[in-house]
């Protein structure tokens, strides 16, 4: 039933490890995108998908790389964790890139 | 680029009303508006699309003024459930998915 789910909800690790979060949606859409929603609450894009193609690219540091085996799936990768990189991460889809967008239910990452 | 949302906070008993600002210095495709309540994920509540098209939920309205790149989101007769943060969210023409939120507004409803 769930629309767009990610894995795992929660995510305690250490700095200098890499970890990654899956999301995955069953609405049929066309684009997915990855939001990170910090202590302050505010929430900025990272990335966007249009089929299996990047389309948006915020100036994000490059230890973070999406990675999209098909439609319904756009990972996150995260290389060499900081403390900074502590937030929670929502992905989310869309169709055709303008429409409302459906957010997954987050992964909450704590980074010690 | 991003919106500017106001106010940042608002305190209601129930049953009062409330308008919720949306405003960019850029000019607009559409205005997103979204509700999150703590801990969860945010929530879809309504677009509004350049031209005057408009889809959302018929308990909540809100009006977009194209010329000034403006947008208010109504809540009317305030439930203990309208208690969350509510976040605009523009995306210019053009461009592709690229929602650019505000900073939010968080509503306290009280009984």
Redesign the interface.
């Known amino acids: 039933d769930t629309a767009v789910s990610q894995t795992p909800k929660y995510l305690v690790t250490q700095m200098g490890n890499d970890k990654s979060i899956k999301c995955e949606q069953n609405l049929g859409h066309d684009t997915m995108y990855w939001y990170k929603q910090d202590s302050k609450k505010f929430l900025k894009i990272m990335f966007s998908y249009n089929n299996k193609e990047l389309i948006i690219n915020e100036t994000v540091p490059n230890r973070f790389s999406p990675k999209s085996p098909d439609k319904a799936h756009l990972n996150l990768h995260i290389n060499s964790l900081e403390l900074g990189d502590s937030a929670v991460y929502f992905c989310a889809s869309s169709q055709n890139g303008k429409e409302t967008q459906y957010f997954g239910p987050g992964t909450r990452l704590l980074v010690l | 680029q991003q919106p500017v949302q106001s106010p940042q906070a608002v305190i209601l008993r129930e049953g009062e009303d409330a308008v919720i600002n949306c405003s960019s210095s850029k000019a607009l495709?559409?205005v997103?508006w979204y509700r999150?309540k703590h801990g969860?994920?945010?929530?879809?509540l309504m677009?509004l699309l350049k031209g005057g098209e408009q889809?959302g939920h018929d308990k909540i309205s809100a009006s977009f003024n194209e010329k000034k790149q403006q947008s208010s989101l109504y809540l009317t007769a305030s439930q203990l459930s309208y208690s969350g943060?509510y976040?605009c969210?523009t995306?210019r023409g053009g461009s592709?998915?690229?929602?650019?939120?505000g900073?939010?507004t968080k509503l306290s409803v009280k009984p």
């Open positions: 495709y559409s997103h999150q969860e994920a945010p929530v879809f677009i889809k943060t976040f969210g995306l592709q998915g690229n929602l650019i939120f900073k939010g």
